[in-house]
């Protein structure tokens, strides 16, 4: 089991959805490069609008394996990158 907060994270809170989409893709090729996986991006919740963009920026991302919302907390997305990708 992984406990998420050992986990890298970002935090959005603040950001709005295309800063947010730049701040993700940025943070995903610094994890790739530092061969990190897993992380926890926390865009609160809100009215929901950061998280959408966050979640279609991970669709649309092909270095992304995997994504879901925090089952105990919903204002944060817990990503699972492809290994090997660059």
């Known amino acids: 089991m ?9 935090d959005l809170h603040g950001e709005t959805r295309e800063s947010a989409k730049i701040l993700v893709n940025d943070f995903i090729d610094d994890e790739l ?3 990190k996986y897993e992380f926890v991006i926390v ?5 929901g609008i950061v998280r959408k963009s966050v979640h279609e920026t991970l669709k649309k991302n092909k270095k992304v394996k995997e994504y879901k919302l925090d089952n105990f907390n919903i204002g944060c997305t817990i990503v699972q990158l492809k290994e090997g990708e660059r």
Request: cysteine-free.
């Open 43 to 47: 865009h609160g919740i809100g009215k």
């Open 2 to 10: 992984v406990f998420y907060n050992n986990l890298d994270s970002i």
């Open 33 to 35: 490069k530092q061969k």
